[in-house]
């Protein structure tokens, strides 16, 4: 095991100013909690965090990444709580091991790989900061270097491929091609062991047969670049992991036959100038080899790797893959940009202090880099910060954007879970259906079949799938309430004419209406888009002008203003203001029609009920005004939007309510709300809610409204 001054040694190797005393501390505090914890090998459990610790000073990480690395299991397997830890270690290294804690206890959740995109994801969301990443990296390699110890081999299996699937993807997108590689490999060992086998008896058999071809190439490739200049060149010859040739083969469809470059030869220099350099030599040299180059110098891969790639047909007309890149490259491309800026900054920072400095050098290169798409998508920790991930009892993992509720995911399952969706468990306990999802929660849906959408879900859900369906609900049961209103219209309208009205006399009309069926005519006289007077005139076929509807007869003169033209797609109801979600209903008393002045009176049990507002009815609700509803026929587009509530005091004369309202159309108002407050024998109070451009278009009508002998008196009422 790795002692407590080896790690500090290690660390000051390349952070001289580096708090050695907190690392000492860690040490400790991390030992006295594992206290006599053992690993599955049987080692002291304490040996695994110093061992991940250790890693991460190959990258040459900061203080706070190495305590984390030490304190990194001590929450999830000893009783050390996170407030312990900020007690002795600060603020920052609390929320770096709470990072790490979080994403060990999505270990082992990962089973279903179709999903391994969304869990890379969630992890990455998860981490905020890029240490956390790294330390449970580090942790992963170690435990899969350990992974032998573990007995059960479905387990061993399991956490193989999760590491293939998602921690060795991780690496690659933050451009640790150290560890990517290490973890492909012993994964690669557990889980195809005979596949593995092979390929190293292969890259054994033609190591001995091309041994001196390697010597060989190097030699010629070392002259070659001398004899133009470049004599400091380093060229290296690297033999390519298992893992990688078997993807290789996999995806090129190539034989163990076929296999004959197992060596990738690296050619190190000072300057990108003298990367082009070399690179004019080698094809000046040799035939390239089609298809095969790619220059990542001008162009680097989003996770900062540079280098020019480049095949030749070789000195005995073999094949050579050669990479051509300068020594800065060389160590991004093995330790990631984390690496690189943490050595510039050991190396030319000195004491400024500012240890996050290499992360934010790292940010602000990427932020510069060419493509800000790929960079959002592949570096940054802020990205996916936009979306939350959510597990389904399965497993199955289910990306919503932020704000997503229970509802949301529910018609992520599918729309039948949506529709039938009663309620909702996070992480096993029932919540609101408003609840916002975070990251990581189990979501269980509770259905049940007589269930259906509630309108009122439209609020807070966020998803588009989640609100068309919802939409799609509201407006079947819209249609079958303006079915209803419709016929009551008409059946009024005909009686009132002395006609009886029968569904089928519209039959013949339907061309005329340009409508398919007979309740499509009804449903649009329902919703105030067809007249109940067109239908009339086109099916009794006669041509005379109908009186007001006769219950409302002294308010309804007053639709004037409020006639509808063809309702604009996507208006929900006639009615405005009403309660998402209750289901409303149209009084038998005084059957409301579009232009109606109305209120709704909630009603237990049944919902809404529209009611016209000088319905006799009314009064029996007069000592229960927390029942009263403002409601509004919707009107026509018109840039009337600003609502002034008005309180007037009328005499209790014939039609003094009509004179009011009549100033209040003439006057282009818009009455959003008619409510009577007091009603005397001499005097109506009525508050009325005007909806007018602006102030002195309410002005306007104040003076109007004073200048009528009925009206006693006007103010503006502030509540
Ligand atoms: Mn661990």
């Known amino acids: 095991m790795i002692r407590q001054y080896e790690l500090v040694e290690k660390v000051k190797s390349y952070d001289p100013d580096v708090d050695e005393d907190i690392i000492n501390r860690a040490y400790v505090f991390a030992m006295k909690a594992h206290g006599s914890q053992k690993r599955a090998s049987g080692e002291a459990y304490f040996s695994h ?41 600060g603020k920052e290294i609390r929320g770096l091991v709470d990072g790490v804690t979080k994403l060990s206890r999505l270990e082992g959740k990962s089973e279903n790989l179709k999903q391994a995109e969304n869990f890379r994801k969630l992890l990455i969301a998860m981490s905020e900061d890029l240490r956390v990443l790294l330390v449970k990296l580090a942790d992963r390699l170690h435990n899969m270097e350990t992974l032998s110890h573990i007995k059960n081999p479905e387990k061993r299996q399991r956490i193989a491929r999760e590491t293939l699937e998602i921690y060795a993807a991780l690496a690659e997108r933050i451009g640790m091609r150290n560890i990517k590689e290490e973890l492909q490999d012993l994964a690669f060992t557990e889980l195809y062991p005979e596949a593995r086998e092979s390929i190293v008896t292969r890259m054994q058999f033609l190591r001995e047969q091309g041994a001196a071809e390697v010597e060989k190439t190097k030699e010629v490739l070392r002259e070659k670049l001398a004899a133009a200049g ?7 010859g690297r033999e390519k992991k298992p893992y990688s040739i078997w993807k290789k083969m996999e995806t090129k469809k190539i034989s163990f036959e076929q296999l004959s470059d197992i060596v990738a030869f690296r050619i190190s220099v000072d300057t990108i100038a003298e990367c082009y350099q070399a690179l004019g030599v080698i094809h000046a040299e040799w035939h390239t080899i089609p298809g095969r180059f790619k220059d990542y110098i001008s162009t680097p891969k989003s996770n900062g790797y540079q280098s020019i790639h480049t095949s030749v047909l070789g000195p005995a007309q073999q094949r050579v893959e050669i990479q051509i890149r300068s020594h800065d490259m060389d160590e991004v491309a093995d330790y990631g940009l984390a690496a690189h800026w943490s050595y510039k900054q050991g190396a030319n920072a000195g004491k400024d202090g500012k240890k996050m400095r290499w992360i934010r050098e790292l940010l602000e290169i990427l932020e510069q880099s060419d493509n800000p798409e790929e960079f959002l998508e592949n570096t940054k920790l802020e990205m996916y910060q936009d979306q939350v991930f959510c597990f389904t009892p399965k497993g199955d993992i289910l990306a919503f954007p932020r704000g997503a509720t229970p509802v949301d995911f529910a018609y992520g399952v599918h729309s039948g879970v949506g529709d039938t969706c009663v309620g909702a468990k996070i992480n096993g306990r029932i919540v609101p259906l408003r609840t916002l999802l975070k990251n990581g929660d189990q979501v269980e849906i509770i259905t049940s079949k007589t269930q259906t959408p509630s309108p009122s879900w439209e609020r807070f859900v966020v998803t588009g799938k989640a609100r068309s369906e919802i939409r799609k609900h509201i407006r079947v049961s819209q249609r079958t309430e303006y079915i209803t209103l419709g016929r009551a219209i008409l059946s009024k309208t005909f009686k009132q004419e002395g006609e009886e009205f029968i569904e089928k006399m519209i039959e013949p009309h339907l061309p005329h209406f340009n409508k398919k069926t007979v309740e499509d005519v009804i449903a649009e006289v329902g919703e105030g888009v067809i007249s109940r007077q067109q239908v009339f005139e086109v099916v009794i076929g006669q041509k005379k002008p109908l009186p007001p509807s006769g219950v409302t007869s002294m308010l309804s003169s007053l639709s004037n203003p409020f006639r509808r033209k063809k309702a604009e797609a996507g208006t929900p109801m006639p009615i405005k203001g009403l309660i998402p979600g209750m289901a409303i209903h149209y009084a038998g008393c005084c059957h409301p029609i579009p232009g109606d002045r109305i209120v709704g009176i909630v009603t237990t049990g049944k919902g809404i009920t529209i009611h016209t507002m000088d319905c006799e009815t009314l009064e029996n609700y007069s000592d229960s005004p927390e029942r009263w509803i403002d409601v509004a026929w919707e009107r026509d587009q018109n840039d009337a939007t600003n609502i002034g509530r008005l309180k007037v005091n009328v005499s209790n004369e014939t039609a003094s309510l009509a004179t009011v309202t009549n100033v209040i159309a003439r006057e282009n108002g818009n009455i959003s709300n008619f409510k009577i407050i007091n009603r005397s024998m001499d005097f109506f109070e009525i508050l009325i809610d005007v909806e007018v451009r602006d102030v002195r278009h309410l002005g306007n009508i104040i003076a109007n409204l004073r200048s009528k002998a009925v009206v006693q008196s006007v103010e503006r009422w502030q509540t």
Not at 230 to 236: M, R
């Open 230 to 236: 470049l004599g400091n060149a380093t060229i290296q």
């Open 49 to 89: 965090p110093v061992e991940v610790a250790y890693k991460l000073t190959q990258y040459r990480l900061d203080a706070a990444s190495i305590v984390t690395a030490l304190l990194h299991d001590t929450v999830e397997d000893t009783d050390v709580t996170l407030d312990s830890i900020e007690a002795s270690f």
